[in-house]
């Protein structure tokens, strides 16, 4: 079984500052890796993944995320936030044996101010 | 366009009473998924079903149950059981044989479920 830590509930941030969102996993075989999106009363949108290759990977608005396996993490960063990124950013992960069933962190929440 | 369709948006419910929450997509997805979210806990697994004609419990499915007649519809009931039902209540589906390029949820926009 896998497990996921996100230990910020809360992260606060001014606009056009860096950002980094921590995320820890544990599992005991091969994993893969998303983070999710969610805005005020919507469902969740992918935003990155990490399947195989490189462990660097990143998203179109400018997140990017890095796997990193001796320290079973992928935090995810942003070099300059706007305001528009403020929203609750979830963690996940599910072994590649069985691809199908995620679990995920409890969210972060991300409050960008001027 | 494929996605998820979660209807209603708001739902109010009194004690003692059903009700039954909606999801309907047309991804052909194999797999969908039911999960509540309430604040600070993330989101919790109530149930999966991989196949039509079969579903398995997840971490809360007590109070709740499903059905998967369709590949496309997978409604959540929410019985009088259910002690605590006031939630966030989010459907996904995913393909079954996941490639590079499909792999993940989609998730519909959500139910908010109160008990008055």
């Known amino acids: 079984a896998q497990s996921v830590t996100q230990l910020d509930s809360q992260v606060p941030v001014f606009e056009e500052a860096p950002v980094e969102l921590r995320c820890n996993y544990s599992s005991s075989v091969s994993v893969y890796l998303f983070w999710y999106v969610q805005y005020p009363n919507q469902g969740l949108q992918l935003l990155l993944k990490?399947?195989?290759?490189?462990?660097l990977v990143e998203s179109i608005n400018g997140f990017e995320a890095e796997f990193n396996k001796s320290q079973t993490s992928f935090h995810l960063r942003k070099p300059s936030v706007h305001i528009s990124d403020t929203a609750e950013y979830f963690c996940a992960v599910s072994d590649t044996g069985t691809a199908s069933k995620l679990t995920f962190g409890t969210g972060t929440r991300l409050q960008v101010t001027l | 366009d494929g996605g998820i369709t979660q209807s209603p948006k708001y739902l109010f419910r009194k004690e003692g009473q059903n009700v039954t929450l909606s999801c309907e997509q047309n991804l052909n997805h194999d797999a969908m998924y039911w999960y509540r979210q309430d604040p600070g806990q993330g989101l919790r697994l109530i149930y999966y079903s991989q196949i039509v004609n079969d579903f398995q419990k997840g971490d809360i499915a007590e109070g709740y149950s499903v059905s998967r007649e369709k590949k496309e519809s997978f409604p959540l009931t929410v019985t009088s059981a259910q002690k605590n039902p006031t939630a966030f209540y989010l459907c996904?589906?995913?393909?079954?044989?996941?490639?590079?390029?499909?792999?993940?949820?989609?998730f519909g926009s959500g139910t908010r479920l109160t008990v008055v």
């Open positions: 996904a589906s995913s393909p079954s044989r996941p490639g590079r390029n499909n792999y993940g949820y989609t």
């Open positions: 990490y399947l195989s290759g490189s462990t």
